[in-house]
Every structure is written in C-alpha cells, then in structure tokens.
C-alpha cells in the first residue's frame, strides 16, 4: 500500500508544470537596451544608406499620401470611443461577469462597446505606454508606484467588480500585444532603413519612444522571441475570429440557448 501510494505521489510530481525562467525579463525597453548595450557591447551604428551629416529635422514625418484623395480608398478610422471617454461618472454602465470574471452583460452591445473602449485604452500612451517589453513590466511599474491609473480609469466609465480585474486586463495585455504588432508591420517591417522608418512613425507615438521600439525590434534576442511567437500562434488550431464579441458572451448565448430550447 505504501509503495503505491508513493508511486502515485512520484507519478504525479512527473506531470506537475515546472517554473519556466522568461526568455526576456519585464522590463523598460530603455533599461532593457541599455543592459544590453553593457553585455554584449553593442553601438547604433545606423544605416548605411544614411549619411552621417543628414538632419534629422530634414525628415518629414507627415505622410505623403491623404485620405479620400483621387485614386486612393477612403478607409475606415480607428475605433475612438469618444462617447464612452466623455461619460461622466453619474452615468457609468454596470458590466455584468459571469463565474469565471469575464464580462458578458447586461447585454450583448454593452459587452461589445465594452471591448473596443477597452482597444482604445490599450493605444493610449498615457494609460498603457509602449516603454515596456511586455505587459508585466507595465502593470509592476504601476504597482511599485503603488497607483492603478488603468483600472481607476476604466472604473470612472464602467462600474466593474473587482472579480473581473484579472480578465478585462488579459483583454487589454492581448489588444496591448496586437497594437504592438500592427505598429511594428506597418511602421517597422514595411520598411528597410530607419530614414524609411522615422519618416512614417505613427504620429500617437513620440520620436523617442518609436526610436526605442525600433531599437528594440532590431536587437537579435527581441527578434528571436519574435520569431518563436510567430511559430506558436501558426500552431494554432482555433483563432478568434469574432471581432469585439468575446467567447465568453457565445457560451452565454448558447447556454440560454439549450436551457429554453
């Protein structure tokens, strides 16, 4: 009996998750480069096609194309949320959680207007700055702040439990995530020097944290974790592709669904 209870607990011990050490620690991507600056050396040297006596303040940062103009297709904006970000605080909607957090009431609008307000948070620079290499990096430098200026602010529009912290800032880690990497293909990858780079940096963004972000996508271990993510969301059998409507509110509306029917 007691060997099998002991080799029940070892056989256990064998599928428990091990502690997994991050490949790139939480941290500011100026503390970030400038460490790695210090262990491997390394000096913007710049581009080539650049010429050393080239100004900066030579580089035109606005596009050379405009919307709506002749040949060209008028497209839709970004999601701005302005209503939502000039509610005031007497007429906060209440956001209804199911058991596990996750936001999917009152109603199916409330729940999707509730997701694209929280898309618009995820791109402010003021509330969720892209000074970080990951979303752990910013929510700790709040916490050793000991301020919560994102969650203050989302409870200034919605009235939201405290149970549902944990999902609606998974939400804003994966829109944080999204934005990065639609900045770095359309400002980043698109293009091969940084003269190309800077001339169309995203205007939300300043020049030095986008210089940052630049130096941060180029350095070799960022474009190795890059890489390894690109591999694993390829691996992916079902990907979201529900727009603003969370999974969450579909097993809601399928569950009412059979309980009638």
């Known amino acids: 009996m007691g060997n099998q209870v002991q080799g029940s607990m070892v056989h256990q011990q064998a599928y428990k998750k091990k502690k997994t050490i991050p490949k790139c620690p939480a941290m500011s991507l ?3 480069l400038n460490k790695n600056k210090e262990q491997h050396g390394v000096e913007d040297s710049g581009d080539e096609d650049i010429e050393e006596n080239e100004m900066e303040e030579g580089i035109n940062y606005e596009s050379e194309e405009s919307e709506g103009t002749n040949g060209l297709i008028k497209k839709r904006g970004k999601t701005i949320c302005r209503k939502i970000h000039s509610r005031e605080f007497k007429d906060r909607q209440e956001i209804i959680l199911n058991e ?4 999917i009431g009152p109603d199916e ?33 709040s916490k050793d702040l ?7 602010y989302l409870n ?11 999902d609606v800032f998974a939400i804003l880690n994966n829109a944080w995530r999204r934005y990065k990497c639609f900045l770095k293909k359309e400002h ?15 205007h939300e963004i300043s020049e030095e944290d986008f210089k940052n972000l630049l130096e941060y996508w180029k350095e070799d271990h960022s474009q190795e974790i890059s890489h390894q993510n690109a591999q694993n969301i390829a691996q992916l059998k079902y990907r979201h592709r529900m727009g603003n409507k969370g999974f969450a509110v579909i ?11």
């Open 109 to 141: 609008k409330t729940v999707s207007e509730f997701s694209s307000f929280l898309e618009t948070i995820a791109r402010s620079s003021d509330l969720c700055p892209l000074t970080f290499n990951n979303w752990k990096a910013l929510i700790r430098t």
């Open 188 to 202: 980043f990858s698109k293009y091969k020097t940084t003269r190309e780079q800077l001339k169309n940096r995203p």
């Open 100 to 103: 596990e957090g996750q936001p």
């Open 156 to 166: 200034q529009k919605y009235i939201i439990p405290e149970k549902g912290r944990k």
């Open 30 to 32: 100026t503390k970030y």
């Open 146 to 152: 000991n301020i919560d200026p994102v969650w203050d």
């Open 251 to 261: 097993r809601e509306k399928w569950y009412s669904f059979f309980q009638t029917s």
